[in-house]
T-cell receptor, first 113, second 115 residues
Framework: QKEVEQDPGPLSVPEGAIVSLNCTYS??????FMWYRQYSRKGPELLMY??SSGNKEDGRFTAQVDKSSKYISLFIRDSQPSDSATYLC?????????????WGAGTKLIIKP | EADIYQTPRYLVIGTGKKITLECSQT?????MYWYQQDPGMELHLIHY???????EKGDLSSESTVSRIRTEHFPLTLESARPSHTSQYLC??????????????FGPGTRLTVL
């Protein structure tokens, strides 16, 4: 079983819809949770970063962590065609630099105009 | 936009050839990484480095080597390319910030095809 599970999609929604992207994980030691966005033929770029449980909001994006359920979410409000990309979750056990990021497979999101 | 560069962007090569994928960053980051990414699959860490003269193998077994002679440069070498090496190779660098934030900055990737 993979440490991080993410539905690969594709997820296709109309412009303006609220999008919910999710990851589940099995290792309760994970403390740092990230969402990266990857456009076609580009490297991933960091979108949101959360430590431990709770919500974090940045413009149209909200990251949510539920450590009791081992479940993280990324919500996109008022989705735009420019949000069409693959969204990867990543997580890490601790601040020690020996801990590496564990990645989800990514969910491909398509926003239809 | 992150200042991390990879060359070549695309490479088609025959089996058995030796190749080197280049990666350079101008941000002065100590930590650098090489990942392999297949379509629809997660990033797999091949090698990483914490600084000059430091290199470690990642989770993915790979017939490749890396070197870190200068902070800004982290090349990946395949001694004998095989069709199973066909993939996208991503280089990244990072710096641990306040509160444990660890942003990885990625290059555009090298798409390798081995015939």
């Amino acid at each position: 079983q993979k440490e991080v599970e993410q539905d690969p999609g594709p997820l296709s929604v109309p412009e303006g819809a609220i999008v919910s992207l999710n990851c589940t994980y099995s290792n309760s030691a994970f403390q740092y949770f990230m969402w990266y966005r990857q456009y076609s033929r580009k490297g991933p770029e960091l979108l949101m970063y959360t430590y431990s449980s709770g919500n974090k909001e940045d413009g149209r994006f909200t990251a949510q962590v539920d450590k009791s359920s081992k479940y993280i979410s990324l919500f996109i409000r008022d989705s735009q065609p420019s949000d069409s990309a693959t969204y990867l979750c990543a997580m890490r056990r601790g601040m020690d630099s020996n801990y590496q990021l564990i990645w989800g497979a990514g969910t491909k999101l398509i926003i239809k105009p | 936009e992150a200042d991390i560069y990879q060359t070549p962007r695309y490479l088609v090569i025959g089996t058995g050839k030796k190749i080197t994928l280049e990666c350079s960053q101008t941000m002065g980051h100590d930590k650098m990484y090489w990942y392999q990414q297949d379509p629809g699959m997660e990033l797999h860490l091949i090698h990483y480095s914490y600084g000059v003269n430091s290199t470690e193998k990642g989770d993915l077994s790979s017939e490749s080597t890396v070197s870190r002679i200068r902070t800004e440069h982290f090349p990946l070498t395949l001694e004998s390319a095989r069709p199973s090496h066909t993939s996208q190779y991503l280089c990244a660098s990072s710096e641990l910030g306040p509160g444990g934030a660890d942003t990885q900055y990625f290059g555009p990737g090298t798409r390798l095809t081995v015939l």
